[in-house]
């Protein structure tokens, strides 16, 4: 299994749709302690991301949290991001994320990919038909309100070609 570093709103994403237990069949998901304290944050309300919070927090025993210290800060990141890349970059793994605005800013640093690349992985690994995964990502779509972004159109056209 090979290990992710996973933020926050790639959590979220995930856990909206309720795969982090099919994931973590396939990757080792790393976070730091700050995503623990954000992920309770979004869990004291009861909207989408709320529930996909929650959802997350069932699994957080089986996360592995590091602790790290920022030595190279980025800056118009959040603390919370500079601690990921911080950490992606110690450990050569890549980061998982649906910030698009993060994800540019480390761009060429680390490795970044979208959170939905976990459906596509799960097709070609056999957890998850094709079908299914085409209707996780319409109802991610639909609770991020992604409409035609970027995540949502790559994704789309990498499933279509399973």
Not at 18 to 30: F, G, W
Not at 155 to 160: A, P, S
Request: charge should be negative; charged fraction near 35%; hydrophobic fraction near 40%.
């Amino acid at each position: 299994k090979n290990e992710y570093i996973f933020d926050t709103s790639a959590l979220i994403s995930l856990g909206a749709i309720r795969i982090i237990d099919d994931v973590l069949k396939l990757a080792k998901i790393v976070i730091t302690p700050s995503i623990i304290k954000e992920l309770e944050e979004f869990a004291k309300y009861e909207d989408e991301y709320g529930k996909a919070s929650k959802e997350v927090l069932k699994y957080k025993d089986k996360f592995i949290v590091e602790k790290i210290e920022v030595e190279e800060s980025i800056e118009y990141i959040q603390p919370t991001d500079n601690e990921l890349y911080n950490l992606a970059k110690r450990q050569s793994s890549a980061l998982i994320t649906d910030d698009i605005k993060f994800s540019r800013h480390v761009d060429g640093k680390i490795e970044t990919q979208f959170s939905t690349f976990f459906l596509t992985l799960l097709v070609s690994s056999k957890y998850l038909s094709k079908d299914k995964a085409l209707e996780l990502l319409e109802k991610l779509r639909n609770i991020r309100n992604w409409r035609d972004n970027i995540i949502y159109l790559i994704t789309k056209n990498q499933l279509e070609q399973l």
